[in-house]
Each structure stands twice: as structure tokens, then as C-alpha cells.
């Protein structure tokens, strides 16, 4: 079994001492026999229990990295760090439809907007563009190309019988009608046709539009002159598949504007517009979080406070804005956030056109917090937690990690938008359009930031939230950190996994991603999924459900494929895990009436949707952890209701699985041992089920993203003043969420990774003794 983070070329061993030594790290042996404290033997005083975990922070961590998180973290110290506060500006301040990167001087532009060349420069000796700030409008088609058969063009989600916005690429009723700012989004505009079978959805014919939707006859369906008070009061018939599917409007007829959906909603230092943060004047960053020379100090965020400032003497002397040093103490791992152009992220957010895609929250009428069932919106919510952390630096060279903030959540569930996110390149490959954003953003930071060469990329995190992970991340960035929620290490499933065609990798050329795996446990984190605050569920402690309280042996709810109603047709779906589940032990009646072969009254393993799932989950001792296309979010609402989790997947990590010890609080079982379930399962004493469940009730936290729910009460408390239940039963929790647990391994990483060790001479203070980093030989 391989350790975690462990190099494959470098023999090596945790120390087993820790004593405080305030120096920095630069490779020196020349201590002062007089100036060490006494040593922490680590193995005696953070021993191991009988599955071979040390608990840290009520954690049982896998035993070196529990040892030294115990004893070491205890004695870290703080650092000072000069932050840049940039002084660059840019022309014509954007042209007022963008924002200024003021570290680079360049333009963001909003959604529809582009920077113009206007002609040629000399600067340092050589001649280059000179750019206009987002002067050129564009021009984005809703359509595709029509054709005698295809008035409309092809099927894309824009598609539009009515009026094109063509700085979005969205479709609204237009001119001529009552309400021509109402969206005709996608099947609201073309003609319907009854389904082919009982609870089959509706199909639409794209070459043919719905004329009833400008229809102010009420014996018709109506839709953009329909009054909203007339509508509420059932007055008027109109078209149900019409809806308000675009962010930043509510009510059943997009009648009213309410907040939009931004990472952190522009940090009080900007204007949400559509998912793009429009920065107020001096900030500037994805969430205008970034202070310019120009901001005020005392609006400064909290990870640049306290600050002592460096003004240049000759600072008034000059008319140019000049670059402050700001002096902060902090806590390593230090993390810089690359600001990327908005086409990695906001313009992402901005033009989406189902609102609840690739986002945790919402807001409704009143413009109070609306969150999503939208499993990848952990992207989302770690991102905001990193750029809102006091472990945040701007400071390249002193910073221990650079998080590059591609948002696949938002390009892969966005492939099929507009014409303008064309797949044609990618033969309909959601996964190698994908491929191509992360490369695209690795060849921007290499082009205009240093620090991917000193160390080819192995101090860079990056995050691939989509069903089967970093599969097809791009061969020049596979020495990072991926962040997934798939650890497949393709020990065993070595090819695609997914039944759905356009996310298969198989077919992506090696020259584009290498021969890689899905996921290398010595280097890579696989974090939880996200999941909806359920304040229900949290005041009623349904995680803390006692062994007496739990009924149900083994539980599983969810969809077990071809063989049942409405279940996924594909074979290949969950790799046929769950189907040898059912066929075992179903609990419900399958197409041919048939129940599992070895259904028992106290084990449940159904299709059929559970009005009660929480509750269900909670009242049963073990619950089945399996793969849909890739993974699933089993795993969290086993963990967030107190169930042991009982995995079924080879060679697939779950989330923390490479640092935290599962067999404290998991079990796993073999494939081909699904037959044996439930033996299995039976063989477990009561004691060594209290002593799971008790570390499952430990550790339940730290499958929440609850810093970012917290950052989102506090802007809400500062905007209405008000404190919503959802808020005040989070903010009760104290235990380590996912944040916490990313930067505790961030923070082992940093002074456990042999590589670190062969960067030369740095003067950097890690801030931690000597005798914590490892010994590498």
C-alpha cells in the first residue's frame, strides 16, 4: 500500500520528533544545542488505535499523517509577508464594460465585450499591439446556421424563434409583444408534440415555432403578453414549459429582478451582474476582492489586516500610481489565487442559461438564500472559502501554493449552450472541450506569471468537479494537484466509466492527455460533493441517531438501471454495480415483478424514490456507497446522517480516503463480494459498529462546506440584517468542515513532499521546526 503524498522515487520516513525552531527552512545544520527544547516523540504520544489511525482534531487520520498534524501543527508560528498592492492601470479605464486586472493591467471584459487591437506600440524596444479596453462589442448567435430542412439551425440549449440578445446569446420575447424582456427560453419557443409513452417527457419540434406564445387570445397558450396578475389568479391558460430559467429573475413569469449568482457576491466591492462581478472603482479579482493602490485601507479584507504599509518617500512626487507594500502576518500554507480572464469563470457564470447550473445558490423575491441541489457546486463553495481565507497570499514567491480556478463545473454542464462554446472541434466530447480550457488556462499563466517553472507545476491545484475527475486533464499539468471528487487510481477500471457518451474520455487523443490516471493518491485530494443545508436534519441531530435508533441493516435509495421503471437504460451505467446489487438484494419489485434473490426484511435496496430519505438514512446502520456515471453523493449523505458507509467500488478513493483511516469508519467490500453483503455486514460486532459510528459522528462536518455557508449569512446579515434558521444552526457547528480539512493537508503536504526539498536554497520560514519536515534519503 502506497502512503499518502508519497514520492515513487524517493525512499523516505516521517520523523518522529517535533521541537520549535525559529528560523527558516534554507537547508542549514547548525543549530545551537542550547536553544532546543526537549523532543515530542510522536509515535508515543499519539499512538494508534487498532486500525491504525491517530486521531487529530477528532479525526482518525491515517497514522503518519495524524502523527505529525498532532504534533507538530501545535507548534507552527506565524510569518510576515510583504502583499503587492498593485499600482497598474488600464486604457480607457475598460471602457467601462470590464474590469482592470491591476496586476497585470489588463482587461476582463464583460459578457458580449472584447478587447480591440487599435494598432501598434513600441514598449522596452519592441513593438507590440495596442489594445482599446473592451471597445469591441460582439456579436453571438443564438442559432446555428439554418438550412431548408433546419430554419432555426441545429439544436443548441439558446436556440430562438423570437429575439436574440446577441451580447449573451439568450432569447426573450422581443418587440411586438407585452413583455419583450420576457426569456423564450429553448422548448418555450417551438411547438410540442404529447408524449409516446405514459411519464415520457414532451419532445419539441426545433424547426417549427409556437405562435401561441405571442398569443393574446386567452383560449390559447400564452406566454409573452400574459399579465403576471392574471397568471397567478388563473385568468389566462399559458405554456407550462415556459419558465424563468435565466438568473437574476424570479416569479413564475421572470417578473421580478432579484440578486444575481456570484462568487461571493463581489465581496461588497461590486455589482453582481448575471454571475460577472462589476467591480467598484480601486478593486478589482473574479470576486472584487483585490484592492488597488486607489481602495481604502480600512476596506481592506480581512486576510490583509492588520497591515503595515510601506509608502515609497517619493510616492507624492510623482503623478503615476506606484505599488504599496503591505507587511501581514500569517499562518502557512500560504495560497495565491491566480486571477484568470473571466472566460475560465464569470463569463461562465454570467451566460449560463439554466440558473441553478454549476452554482450552490440562488436568491428568491425577497433576495434571501436560495440553495441548490446542484451537487458540483462544491467547486464553487471551496473557491469562495479559498479567496476569502487568511491563508490567501498575492504574494507569489513567498506563496506555498497557486490555486488556478478553472470552473469545469459551469464549461461542462455549458457545452451545449450557444454556437459561440462550439463542441464541432471536440466530436461532441463534453470531456475534450474541457481538456481545452485547462490547457488554454495552463498556457496563460505560464505566459504571464513565473511561478509554474519552479517547480513544473507540482505547487498548483487544480480542480476537476465533473463526474469522472481529472481523466482528461491535459498532460502538461498532471505533475499538480488535482482536487476531484472521482479517485479512480484506474487500477482496475481503466477506461472510461461513465454511460454518458459525450463525458467519455476514451476517445481523446494521448498527444492532448497523456497516460495518465483519474487520480494519484499520493498527490491528489478527492473532496465530498456538495450538499444542500438541511436545517431539518441538523436540529433534529439525525447524525447522531444512536445504534438502538437504527433499525435498517444496510440502505440504499437510488436509481438500479434497466431493470426497473424508469431506471437508466445503459448497461454500463454505475459500471453494474448497483444492478448486482438488485439482483441480490431488491426490495422492490423489479419489470418482471421479481425481487432480489436474497431480499431481507431489514435490508433496502430500492428505485422507487423515498419521501423520507434523510430519515431513512438515519435509522439505518450501514448505507451503500456506489458509482452513478462516475461518482455519486452517496458517500456524503451516508456520512451527514451518521450511516456507516459501506463502499462498493475497486480501486475508486472516496473523498479524504488517502488521509483519513477508513476502516475507523467505513467498510469496503469487493465487488465480486456483493453476493456476501450481507454475511459481511453481520460479521461486524456491536462493538466494532459503535466504534464506527462514533467516528462517523466525528468526522460528519468535514463532509460540509460550511465556511462558505458562513461567508454567505455574513453577507446576508450585513446587506437585510437579517439571520436566517439555515444560518444560525451552521454557525452552532465548531468541528473542522471541508476547508479546514483542505488546508490541514495543504498544510502536511507542504512540509512532507520531497520534492519541496530539491528547490534550492529558498530563505523561506515555513514557520514550523526543523525536525517536523521529513527525512528524505
Not at 200 to 215: F, Q, R
Not at 594 to 623: T, W
Request: hydrophobic share 35%.
Amino acid at each position: 500500500m502506497k502512503k499518502p503524498f508519497a514520492s515513487n522515487h524517493v525512499v523516505r520516513q516521517v520523523w518522529n520528533s517535533c521541537v520549535p525552531i525559529n528560523e527558516s527552512v534554507d537547508g542549514r545544520t547548525d543549530h545551537v544545542p542550547g536553544n532546543l527544547q526537549p523532543a515530542l516523540d510522536l509515535e508515543h504520544r499519539f499512538p494508534v488505535d487498532l486500525h491504525r489511525a491517530v486521531v487529530y482534531r477528532n479525526a482518525p487520520w491515517k497514522a503518519e499523517i495524524g502523527r505529525w498534524l498532532s504534533g507538530c501543527d501545535s507548534v507552527t508560528k506565524e510569518v510576515s509577508v510583504v502583499e503587492t498592492i498593485s499600482g497598474r492601470s488600464c486604457k480607457n479605464d475598460c471602457s467601462g464594460q470590464g474590469v482592470c486586472n491591476y496586476e497585470l493591467g489588463q482587461c476582463w471584459c464583460f459578457h458580449g465585450f472584447s478587447v480591440e487591437a487599435v494598432g501598434l506600440k513600441r514598449s522596452d524596444g519592441y513593438w507590440e499591439v495596442d489594445w482599446e479596453g473592451c471597445s469591441e462589442r460582439l456579436h453571438l448567435e443564438c442559432n446555428y446556421p439554418k438550412s431548408p430542412e433546419l430554419p432555426y439551425g441545429r439544436w443548441v440549449v439558446s436556440i430562438c424563434p423570437a429575439h436574440c440578445d446577441p451580447m449573451r446569446a439568450m432569447c426573450f420575447c422581443g418587440e411586438g409583444t407585452k413583455y419583450p424582456n420576457r426569456p423564450a427560453a429553448e422548448a418555450c419557443g417551438f411547438q410540442l408534440s404529447l408524449p409516446s409513452e405514459p411519464g415520457a417527457p414532451k419532445l419539441a419540434n426545433w424547426t417549427k415555432p409556437d405562435l401561441d406564445i405571442y398569443t393574446t387570445n386567452k383560449s390559447k397558450l400564452g406566454w409573452c403578453n400574459v399579465d403576471p396578475a392574471e397568471g397567478y389568479a388563473n385568468k389566462v391558460k399559458f405554456k407550462e414549459e415556459c419558465d424563468c430559467k435565466y438568473d437574476c429573475l424570479s416569479g413564475r413569469f421572470c417578473e421580478v429582478p432579484v440578486q444575481c449568482s456570484c462568487i461571493n457576491q463581489c465581496s461588497g466591492h461590486g455589482h453582481c451582474r448575471g454571475g460577472f462581478c462589476q467591480c467598484a472603482n480601486g478593486w478589482y479579482g473574479t470576486d472584487c476582492s483585490i484592492p488597488s493602490v486607489t481602495s481604502s485601507v480600512r476596506e481592506w479584507p480581512q486576510w490583509l489586516r492588520p497591515a503595515q504599509l510601506d509608502v515609497p518617500d517619493n510616492a507624492h512626487l510623482t503623478r503615476k500610481l506606484v505599488d504599496l507594500n503591505a507587511v501581514v502576518k500569517k499562518k502557512r500554507p500560504l495560497i495565491y489565487v491566480y486571477d484568470l480572464p473571466p472566460e475560465f469563470n464569470s463569463l461562465l457564470l454570467e451566460g449560463r442559461h439554466f440558473k441553478f447550473e454549476c452554482v450552490n445558490r440562488l436568491y428568491n423575491d425577497n433576495n434571501a438564500t436560495i440553495w441548490t441541489e446542484q451537487l458540483y457546486g462544491g467547486q464553487m463553495a471551496l473557491y469562495e472559502s479559498i479567496l476569502a481565507s487568511p491563508y490567501r497570499t498575492l504574494n507569489g514567491e513567498e506563496a506555498d501554493f497557486f490555486f488556478v480556478p478553472v470552473l469545469d463545473s459551469c464549461i461542462i454542464t455549458r457545452a451545449d449552450d450557444a454556437p459561440h462554446l462550439s463542441l464541432e472541434q471536440h466530436l461532441g466530447l463534453r470531456s475534450s472541450l474541457t481538456l481545452q480550457f485547462y490547457r488554454k488556462a495552463y498556457d496563460h499563466i505560464v505566459e504571464h506569471y513565473p511561478h509554474w517553472n519552479r517547480s513544473s507545476g507540482k505547487d498548483h491545484i487544480w480542480f476537476f468537479s465533473w463526474d469522472e475527475g481529472a481523466c482528461y486533464a491535459p498532460k502538461e499539468i498532471w505533475n499538480s494537484m488535482m482536487l476531484v471528487h472521482w479517485g479512480n487510481t484506474n487500477s482496475k477500471h481503466n477506461h472510461s466509466t461513465t454511460a454518458y457518451w459525450a463525458d467519455n474520455w476514451d476517445k481523446i487523443s494521448s498527444d492532448r492527455k497523456g497516460k495518465h490516471p483519474c487520480f494519484d493518491p499520493d498527490k491528489d485530494l478527492v473532496l465530498p460533493a456538495w450538499k444542500r443545508p438541511d436545517v431539518n436534519a441538523l436540529s433534529t441531530k439525525l447524525w447522531a441517531r444512536p445504534l438502538e435508533k437504527r433499525k435498517t441493516l444496510f440502505y440504499f435509495n437510488g436509481n438500479l438501471g434497466p431493470a426497473y421503471p424508469n431506471g437508466r437504460p445503459e448497461a454500463s451505467y454505475s459500471m453494474g454495480i448497483r444492478q448486482k446489487l438488485a439482483e441480490e438484494f431488491g426490495s422492490t419489485p423489479n419489470k418482471d415483478g421479481n425481487l432480489g434473490k436474497q431480499h431481507a426484511e431489514n435490508v433496502i435496496v430500492s428505485p422507487m424514490r423515498s419521501e423520507s430519505y434523510h430519515e431513512d438514512l438515519a435509522s439505518s446502520v450501514f448505507c451503500g456507497v456506489m458509482p452513478g456515471d462516475g461518482w455519486s453523493g452517496r458517500m456524503e449523505d451516508s456520512i451527514l446522517q451518521g450511516c456507516i458507509p459501506v463502499v462498493i467500488q475497486d480501486g475508486i478513493y472516496l473523498p479524504y480516503e488517502n488521509v483519513l483511516n477508513y476502516e475507523s469508519f467505513a467498510v469496503r467490500i469487493r465487488e465480486v463480494e456483493i453476493p456476501n453483503l450481507i454475511k459481511i455486514l453481520q460479521g461486524f460486532n456491536e462493538t466494532e459498529i459503535e466504534f464506527k459510528l462514533t467516528n462517523v459522528q466525528k468526522i460528519w462536518q468535514r463532509f460540509l462546506y460550511r465556511d462558505s455557508m458562513l461567508l454567505e449569512a455574513e453577507r446576508q446579515k450585513t446587506a437585510s440584517g437579517y439571520v436566517e434558521d439555515w444560518a444560525v444552526e451552521f454557525s452552532r457547528l465548531t468541528e473542522d468542515d471541508v476547508f479546514a480539512t483542505f488546508v490541514q493537508v495543504l498544510h502536511y503536504k507542504l512540509h512532507n513532499d520531497p520534492w519541496r526539498r530539491q528547490l534550492g536554497p529558498q530563505k523561506k520560514d515555513f514557520g514550523v521546526p526543523r525536525e517536523c519536515l521529513l527525512r528524505t534519503s
